[in-house]
């Protein structure tokens, strides 16, 4: 068997414009790395708050060769960066981790645990780069590999050399045979550790596995139209994994929520919680209200920020209680500012005059895990060596949550 090859470098994933802020986003065409990039060098960008000095630990520059294939581990301790089909791991300080990777058409996803990269090759069973820089076989052959939310099984949909489905099938991952799910069936994702998948062809099932034992439930049936098509990208959950973000058919997309499907936002979701998120209410009429706190399996509001898009910008990325926004209405985001949602402690965000944000994927900023961390690249002002080798992009970690 061979993998249907994907280049969708982690999270933004199974729900298009559904944002994971608080793990990771990306998408968009197939990476490139930058070859033979050069280190940043000099600082370039700092945090103004409104009344206060801001610390000098809340930027930091990091001394990594540049590229825009940049992303941190769901935990935010770890940045996996792609040079050509060369990847390596970094820590926050820019210490790099272990051995680097480099394939042959090969392509990769953080494992949502943040405990390693999945590697698919080209030909080959499914790979783990672990957080040492380690590789390991899984002995499963699967496109768009899922990790269940305990850690302990890979799911994913089996093709062949020609494209076709074979079916769904899962592994545990300290090794062993895969499991076949369904002949024809497609893997679509882990929820609470179940394995959600379809038994093939049109006007298939919907079912869950739990892999230790029991048998397949029903969850409903699909019609002719609803059925899951090949796998395009690794599947959404919540943070706490109770709901999957499903797509049925050509833009069909559904919520699971415990046994039950429901109609998926298709707006971003910016997670605050267990599986809350932080979103503008609707108006009657007009533009969006307030940024609320809304639980998504009950569609309640949680909280009222008293914070709307006019008066704190537009979202960016959202990490813990802080939230990077923009109240530019031009293709450049510029300036930013970082808030507080809670306490409404807000500071501007202050890079070079002129500057220009490189897309980290495709989009300006991203989320460093949940505790106020961000990461940008500023390509307005690179550093031109002495040696006259080509400049480099400027990578930056904001930690907002040092502003106050």
Partial sequence: MKHMLYRVPIRLLGVPLLVLATVLVACGPSPQGIAGATSTASTVATIVPQSSTTPEQAIEQLSIPATKYLYPSPDGTLLLAQYDTTIKLYTLGGQEVGSSYTGGGDVWSLLTDSSGVFISQSSGPLLIMDRQGQIHSTGLDVSYPQLSQNGQWIGGTA??????????????????????????????????????YSSGGYGSALYALVPDGGAPLFLAQLSSDETPEEPIQ???????????????????????????????????????????????????????????????????????????????????????????????????????????????????????????????????????????????????????????????????????????
């Fill in 159 to 196: 093709i062949d050399g020609n494209g076709n489905v074979i079916g769904a099938e899962i592994v545990a991952r300290s090794g062993a045979s895969a499991r076949v799910l369904a002949k024809g069936g497609i893997f679509l994702g882990w929820q609470s550790s179940r394995a959600i």
């Fill in 234 to 404: 690794p599947a959404i959950n919540s943070p706490d994994g109770e709901l999957l973000f499903l797509q049925r058919g050509k833009d069909q997309y559904r919520m699971l929520v415990g046994n039950q499907l429901h109609q998926a936002p298709l707006g971003p979701l910016y997670w605050v919680g267990p599986h809350d998120i932080l979103t503008s209410t609707p108006l009657p009429s007009g533009p969006s209200g307030d940024y609320v706190v809304e639980d998504l399996a009950t569609g309640k509001v949680v909280s009222d920020t008293s914070m709307t898009p006019s008066s704190a910008g537009s979202i960016l990325a959202v990490s813990g209680d802080w939230m990077v926004t923009s109240t530019s209405d031009t293709n450049q985001v510029l300036p930013l500012t970082v808030v507080n949602y809670k306490t409404k402690a807000s500071a501007a965000v202050t890079l070079n005059p002129n500057s220009t944000l490189t897309d980290i994927g495709i989009l300006p900023v991203v989320a460093v895990g949940n505790k106020g961390t961000f990461l940008t690249i500023d390509t307005t002002n690179p550093v031109v060596t002495s040696n006259a080798r080509p400049p480099s992009s400027v990578i930056v970690i904001i930690t907002a949550a040092l502003v106050g």
